[in-house]
């Protein structure tokens, strides 16, 4: 990781908004990929591919956040939490990519701000006013005019939808799991390296009984899922370091762009009038929800 930007704040930011920009284009890569596989693979498989070919290019981080000693766990209990919320959230957004319209299983998986406004009530005593509240429910308002259940022909298959939004949710307690981590010390090299060794290790033994021999062609796509979303995270964190938090957060929504671009020309799934409206609620409700909690100061 390259020293922080002394160009001065203007300068920082705009670097960061690119860096995120990259990233967010990058993660899309590795989406495609996990599509392409055509559920022909395990997702366990899958998981433990992308965690473990992560693994090398996230270990650069160790000898730039303190060596071997930031590796050590301060709270092993909350790292397994972690482990299984973010498991769960990429159990549902893997599902999802292979068995929707890849910008439709993105957008999906943009209810994550809405579990984690409604969350917040519950696990860490915040109060959330009407206006958030509301946005919370325009926001699933939009799910539906995404998902149209009981349109026939329109309709969304009814399981990966749930399973998309299983991976909002489990997106939104991997948040709320980082931040306790983070409350209690842990460096954040040593969040995102623990979570690539215990969810590789819990999917390789789900791995065993289900093993699919990947033809090289599939071998292909495992590794680039893996060093793909190693790099866009790698970029991302770039971003955060340099840039400030509420400025660049609703920068992430431009990966609604690129897998609407590239689930077209790969797919042809160019989505319709009414996925452009619903697209267009939950993207909204989101950045309403962000804009709101910068006004308020709320941490997240």
Not at 8 to 31: E, K, V
Not at 42 to 68: E, K, Y
Not at 133 to 152: E, I, Q, S, Y
């Amino acid at each position: 990781m390259t020293p922080p930007d002394t160009a001065g704040p203007a300068s920082a930011n705009r670097r960061a908004i690119l860096l995120l920009l990259a990233a967010a284009a990058t993660f899309t890569l590795a989406a495609a990929s996990v599509k392409a596989l055509e559920g022909a693979i395990p997702l366990a498989q899958v998981i433990m591919a992308r965690n473990l070919f992560a693994l090398p290019i996230l270990l650069l981080l160790v000898p730039r956040s303190g060596g071997l000693a930031a590796l050590r766990p301060r709270a092993p209990g909350l790292h397994a939490l972690r482990t299984l919320f973010g498991m769960t959230g990429m159990v549902g957004a893997f599902a999802a990519y292979t068995y929707l319209p890849l910008a439709t299983a993105t957008v999906l998986g943009f209810t994550m701000p809405l579990f984690l406004t409604a969350l917040s009530v519950v696990v860490l005593r915040e109060r959330v006013g009407w206006r958030r509240w509301t946005a919370v429910m325009v926001g699933f308002a939009g799910v539906v005019l995404v998902a149209r259940p009981g349109a026939d022909q329109a309709a969304l298959p009814l399981v990966p939808v749930l399973l998309a939004l299983l991976g909002g949710l489990g997106w939104a307690l991997a948040m709320m799991s980082i931040r306790r981590l983070g409350e209690a010390g842990e460096p954040g090299v040593t969040i995102v390296i623990w979570f690539a060794i215990g969810s590789a290790l819990a999917s390789g033994l789900a791995t065993l009984p289900v093993w699919v021999d990947p033809t090289p062609r599939q071998w292909a796509l495992l590794v680039g899922i893996g060093v793909v979303s190693a790099v866009a995270q790698l970029l991302m964190t770039e971003a955060y370091r340099r840039g400030e938090t509420t400025l660049l957060a609703p920068f992430e929504y431009s990966a609604l762009l690129w897998t609407m671009l590239l689930g077209g020309a790969i797919w042809g799934e160019w989505p319709g009038p009414v996925d452009l409206l619903g697209f267009a609620v939950l993207v909204g409700a989101g950045l309403f929800i962000w804009w709101r909690e910068v006004r308020l100061g709320v941490r997240r």
